[in-house]
């Protein structure tokens, strides 16, 4: 039986783990050893825990199914051998391999900032479900937050802790908010809308020091001396690739670590790796639909060859992976594709008093790419477009201007969408694949996800699951996908339905 150790049981090692052993005859017995001593959960909904949307217990994944995946959660790998292909965890086990899966993900980037060390109380990433744990205990007892660091994460977590009660002033460097994804006037209109939901920001301002009292954050002291006063400092300032087990063994490392287009290591075929931790040559996004394909892909070709040479399948269509949807109450901004270069067309309608903002970016008679704030119709309009490669209208400027026309139509339903249709975007799940499903019994969301993964990514699908298991699973189904039982079938739903909300810390 050949062994795989796979080091990392995040969303991307324990996928791979799973994918690996499913269908394999077998002939593999994996051992997944995480750091981290909590079940795999979804870390990309842990600013939905801290808005109270989501339990602690909601963004758990399931465990590999398969006997043969040995998970040792807890345990932290000190060093690898590769002349004797084994790994040595802080409880001096070693564990032997014949493929070894690097699957380390990343950690919080903390900045270069005066105050920080020693670290004070008050002052937390959001990068693990224990920092997610501790900012919301530190809210019961905050007054006011600042959030250094407006990208996706950053802008969530300020509306999420505004939904919590406290004043919250978001800090960003660049001259635009989420800059990687939104350019100055889009970036001005998601800025209008947050102060629409009552959070502050300094855009275009550098953090020079965080200011402390008695070992507590007081503070956030800009480079133009302006203090903002703060009982909580939450950093969303990006994320480091976790490489140091691959440097200290001598595998090739640059931001991340180096592999090929196999995901294999050039140093040592024996080694892969996948996800944060990885930099392939086409790049690595930061989004897990990345990090869950590569974990397809390379199951496949191992279960295929069974000794590791061999190319990697062909890549499913990428287009979905790099759909951005911010998953914060009051917002709807959604990107996806390019932002264009000067062989594309760009085409854009901007209202910011409307707090509208609508661009498109077309390359002969594609989309490939578009920005949408304020109105989730039109971004329906445009991923759909986007998503199926649909043809262009010989106007592309139609792009912009009919679905805004129609947006006081009925939006249509999951439920009438055709069976080839992407509902869950982050796994590649098609309507097909979910009424096959609920066809076989499978009467719950809940149980949907189980067979297919359909919403166990960013949660947006949620509501078009819940619609296809009321439409075609048992009579009486529940689906449990919110707090009070209700369960909207629109494939423009901009957000997922939220659970329970969080009471305490735990």
Same mark, same amino acid.
């Given at each position: 039986m050949t062994r795989v150790v796979v080091v990392g049981n995040g969303m991307v090692g324990s996928r791979f783990a799973d994918e690996l052993t499913d269908g394999d005859g077998g002939r593999f017995a994996v051992t997944v050893l995480g750091a981290e001593s909590a079940q795999p959960y979804n870390r990309v909904l842990l600013s939905q825990v801290v808005a109270g949307r989501y339990e602690l217990a909601g963004i758990t994944l399931s465990r590999p199914r398969s006997e043969r995946v040995a998970v040792h959660a807890g345990a932290v790998v000190t060093a690898v051998d590769r002349d004797d292909r084994s790994v040595r965890t802080a409880d001096g086990a070693r564990h032997r391999y014949d493929f070894l899966v690097l699957a380390t993900g990343a950690a919080a980037r903390v900045p270069d900032l005066a105050g920080l060390s020693p670290w004070p109380g008050g002052v937390h990433a959001l990068r693990t479900v224990d920092d997610a744990r501790e900012i919301v205990a530190a809210t019961l007892n905050a007054r006011r937050a600042v959030v250094l660091g407006a990208g996706v994460l950053g802008v969530e977590t300020a509306v999420a802790l505004s939904r919590r009660g406290l004043a919250v002033t978001v800090v960003h460097p660049s001259a635009a908010l989420m800059d990687r994804q939104l350019d100055q006037p889009a970036g001005g209109v998601l800025a209008r809308a947050l102060t629409g939901l009552g959070v502050g920001h300094r855009v275009g301002a550098r953090a020079s020091r965080v200011e402390t009292v008695d070992g507590r954050v007081r503070g956030l002291r800009l480079d133009d001396g302006e203090l903002?006063?703060?009982?909580? @400092?939450?950093? $969303?300032?990006?994320?480091?690739?976790?490489?140091?087990?691959?440097? *200290?063994?001598g595998l090739p490392v640059r931001r991340g670590v180096v592999v090929d287009e196999q995901l294999q290591s050039p140093a040592d075929r024996r080694v892969m790796a996948l996800g944060d931790c990885a930099e392939p040559p086409e790049g690595a996004t930061g989004l897990v639909a990345q990090g869950w394909e590569q974990a397809?892909?390379?199951?496949?070709?191992?279960r295929a060859t069974g000794t590791g040479p061999g190319a990697l399948p062909r890549r499913r269509d990428r287009t979905a992976d790099d759909v951005v949807r911010v998953k914060a109450d009051g917002l709807d901004v959604v990107t996806m594709g390019t932002r264009g270069d000067d062989s594309a067309r760009v085409l854009q309608l901007s209202d910011p008093d409307r707090g509208r903002h609508v661009q498109v970016v077309v390359e002969g008679d594609r989309l490939v790419g578009a920005t949408c704030l304020g109105d989730p119709e039109v971004a329906a309009? @445009?991923?759909? $477009?986007?998503?199926?490669?649909?043809?262009?209208?010989?106007?592309? *400027?139609?792009?912009?201007?009919?679905?805004?026309a129609a947006t006081s139509s009925a939006a249509v339903p999951v439920t009438a969408l055709p069976d080839d249709t992407v509902v869950c975007r982050c796994n590649g799940v098609t309507k097909h694949t979910i009424a096959e499903a609920c066809r076989s019994g499978a009467g719950t969301a809940e149980e949907v996800a189980a067979r297919t993964r359909a919403s166990t990514g960013c949660g947006g699908c949620r509501a078009d699951v819940c619609a296809l298991v009321e439409a075609l699973g048992p009579a009486g189904a529940s689906t449990s996908p919110s707090a009070d039982g209700s369960c909207e079938d629109l494939v423009t739903q901009a957000s997922p339905p939220a659970p329970a909300a969080v009471t305490s810390a735990g």
């Open positions: 903002l006063p703060a009982d909580l @400092l939450v950093l $969303c300032t990006g994320t480091v690739p976790e490489t140091g087990l691959a440097r *200290a063994c397809a892909r390379l199951a496949a070709r191992l309009e @445009l991923l759909a $477009c986007y998503t199926r490669g649909a043809p262009v209208p010989a106007d592309p *400027a139609r792009l912009l201007l009919s679905p805004l």
